[in-house]
């Protein structure tokens, strides 16, 4: 069926998004592909954009679409398996999955913490932190972005050094840490709220996947809590049982 069939007991709306899923699953429509727009698929059917914009709804929930705000609605492209282990490390990850990564540095600042990444630190209020923040691209697409403290006593100028090597890595071995594992993680799905939304370039109606984490050297000092919201369009999380 490639028309809406008007009568039939089923909602106009539901017959458009099982049209247009049947063309993605078939590969008429290919992923990354851009969907007509609101108006064309309303002058298609022969409806009101409203019908439309429920079935692209229907159409996301399903995972078969995306919307990038100011662009229009895509086909989805295939999720990237981000493997969260002992020795998590993104550029490893990337790497693995064979895509160009991106890291741009957004801002840095010397402060003192939040009463969490204090705890989650083992710092005492009155220590001072850097805060990093982060936006990782992979083969152009945002991923995540992310929120990473350092003890600043034990790290001095850490962010200039990141800013230079793109690496929490080999910026901690510059500071004599050569190896160092995840302490904690913690997954949740949450809202992102608007300036979040902005940034990942999506609604603030869609959840992301929030992990919290604590990496520590091998004596079991933390050295790095982060916060990275990973965009459910384009990530799906891989927890390894070394973890």
Same mark, same amino acid.
């Given at each position: 069926?490639?028309?809406?069939?008007? +009568?039939?007991?089923?909602?106009?709306?539901?017959?458009?998004?099982?049209?247009?899923? /049947?063309?993605?699953?078939?590969?008429?429509?290919?992923?990354?592909?851009?969907?007509?727009?609101?108006?064309?698929?309303?002058?298609?059917?022969?409806?009101?954009?409203?019908?439309?914009?429920?079935?692209?709804?229907?159409? %996301?929930?399903?995972?078969?679409?995306?919307?990038?705000? +100011?662009?229009?609605?895509?086909?989805?492209?295939?999720?990237?398996?981000?493997?969260? /282990?002992?020795?998590?490390?993104?550029?490893?990850?990337?790497?693995?999955?064979?895509?160009?990564?991106?890291?741009?540095?957004?801002?840095?600042?010397?402060?003192?913490?939040?009463?969490?990444?204090?705890?989650?630190?083992?710092?005492?209020?009155?220590?001072?932190?850097?805060?990093?923040?982060?936006?990782?691209?992979?083969?152009?697409?945002?991923?995540?972005?992310?929120?990473?403290?350092?003890?600043?006593?034990?790290? &001095?100028?850490?962010?200039?050094?990141?800013?230079?090597?793109? /690496?929490?890595?080999?910026?901690?071995?510059?500071? +004599?840490?050569?190896?160092?594992?995840?302490?904690?993680?913690?997954?949740?799905?949450?809202?992102?709220?608007?300036?979040?939304?902005?940034?990942?370039?999506?609604?603030?109606?869609?959840?992301?996947?929030?992990? %919290?984490?604590?990496?520590?050297?091998?004596?079991?000092?933390?050295?790095?809590?982060?916060?990275?919201?990973?965009? +459910?369009?384009?990530?799906?999380?891989?927890?390894? &049982?070394?973890?």
């Amino acid at each position: 069926m490639s028309e809406i069939e008007r +009568g039939r007991g089923v909602a106009l709306w539901s017959q458009i998004s099982g049209i247009l899923a /049947s063309d993605i699953l078939k590969g008429q429509l290919r992923q990354g592909e851009q969907l007509p727009s609101a108006q064309e698929l309303a002058m298609r059917f022969n409806v009101n954009r409203h019908t439309v914009r429920r079935a692209i709804a229907a159409l %996301e929930q399903r995972n078969l679409v995306r919307t990038e705000q +100011g662009r229009g609605t895509f086909v989805q492209e295939q999720t990237l398996d981000y493997v969260i /282990s002992r020795r998590t490390r993104f550029t490893q990850n990337m790497r693995n999955l064979n895509v160009d990564a991106d890291i741009r540095v957004l801002e840095d600042a010397h402060e003192l913490p939040p009463p969490q990444v204090a705890r989650a630190l083992g710092l005492d209020r009155n220590e001072y932190v850097y805060r990093i923040e982060t936006l990782d691209r992979a083969d152009g697409h945002i991923i995540d972005y992310s929120t990473s403290y350092f003890p600043a006593a034990r790290f &001095a100028d850490l962010p200039a050094l990141y800013r230079r090597l793109l /690496s929490v890595t080999r910026t901690l071995a510059e500071f +004599g840490v050569a190896d160092y594992e995840r302490k904690h993680t913690r997954v949740s799905a949450r809202l992102p709220d608007a300036i979040t939304a902005r940034l990942m370039q999506q609604p603030t109606s869609r959840p992301l996947l929030y992990v %919290e984490s604590i990496n520590a050297d091998t004596r079991g000092v933390p050295v790095q809590y982060g916060i990275t919201r990973f965009s +459910g369009d384009w990530v799906q999380l891989v927890l390894m &049982a070394d973890h």
